[in-house]
């Protein structure tokens, strides 16, 4: 089997020198397995991305000795594979509509003393789970905005257990997706989630190994469902370390001094960058 890769930025800003650890990291794998490698733009939410932040992307990447097979994959440019996802889940009875605003739920939240957590912050205490087919229908008939949910508890019910993946540095995991309640998979001006997203397009594309940092390695778990639900083949994973600042702080794109184009005008070289971040 041929090992298959991708980085997959969001054009939502400049590149740092944590994006060129994350995509030399990807790179290199694909290259040391005679493996490909794919680039993917994840320019799902059009209120952050810019086609400039592309351009530059593209143009960093290329500078620091990347090479990537075309067509590039623009989430953008595929929202009947996320549509058909949806329609999918939905055929499954696992999706629910859910018209809370953000307000609603933190009143709800601050409501329940109890209230439980994930790794995003606490989770949704489920308020439109439990709404009859009768009022969904008339509340989104009504033209009321609503995002879509994963129904976790009833997706975790109608597939075969346990769900598992793997992971280069910690082995066998079993997944548990309910750690992020019942999470976002599409929204009114968003229509995919990145968890959706991501996992529709590893498989479309077929990635067989899927590296990033390990600030993801939770939403995995996530993923691990959706592929189940949608009878996805499982790809390994590398979740790796995240490069830190000399305050141990993660890299921003706020922080003009370590984007690529800064350190490239600076005179500084590919070699020297992967001196820096240890590859
Ligand atoms: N667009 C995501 C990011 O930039 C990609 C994460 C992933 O590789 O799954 O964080």
Same mark, same amino acid.
């Given at each position: ?15 740092? %020198? ?90 709800? %939240? ?170």
């Amino acid at each position: 089997m041929i090992l298959v890769t991708r980085f997959a930025p969001s054009p939502t800003g400049p590149l740092h %020198i944590g994006h060129a650890f994350a995509a030399l990291f990807a790179f290199d794998a694909a290259r040391a397995a005679g493996g490909r490698f794919l680039l993917r733009i994840e320019d799902i939410d059009a209120s952050r991305c810019r086609p400039e932040f592309e351009a530059a992307i593209l143009e960093d990447l290329h500078w620091l000795g990347l090479r990537w097979e075309e067509p590039v994959r623009r989430q953008s440019d595929h929202f009947a594979d996320y549509r058909a996802a949806l329609a999918r889940l939905e055929a499954l009875g696992v999706l629910y509509p859910c018209f809370c605003t953000r307000a609603d739920i933190q009143r709800e %939240i601050a409501a329940s003393p109890a209230a439980p957590h994930g790794p995003d912050g606490p989770l949704y205490p489920g308020t439109c789970r439990h709404l009859g087919t009768a009022e969904r229908q008339r509340r989104t008939n009504s033209g009321e905005a609503y995002a879509l949910r994963l129904d976790v508890t009833r997706a975790m019910a109608s597939v075969t257990g346990p769900l598992t993946f793997h992971d280069d540095g910690h082995g066998t995991i079993v997944a548990d997706p309910a750690q992020f309640g019942d999470v976002v998979l599409a929204r009114k001006e968003t229509p995919a989630s990145y968890h959706l997203s991501v996992t529709v397009d590893d498989h479309l594309q077929g990635v067989t190994l899927v590296t990033r940092g390990h600030d993801l390695l939770p939403a995995t778990h996530v993923h691990r469902l959706l592929q189940a639900l949608l009878g996805h083949d499982v790809p390994a994973y590398r979740h790796h370390r995240l490069l830190l600042d000399e305050n141990g702080q993660r890299f921003a794109k706020r922080n003009r001094s370590v984007t690529l184009q800064s350190l490239r005008e600076s005179g500084v070289t590919p070699a020297e960058i992967r001196r820096r971040i240890g590859l």
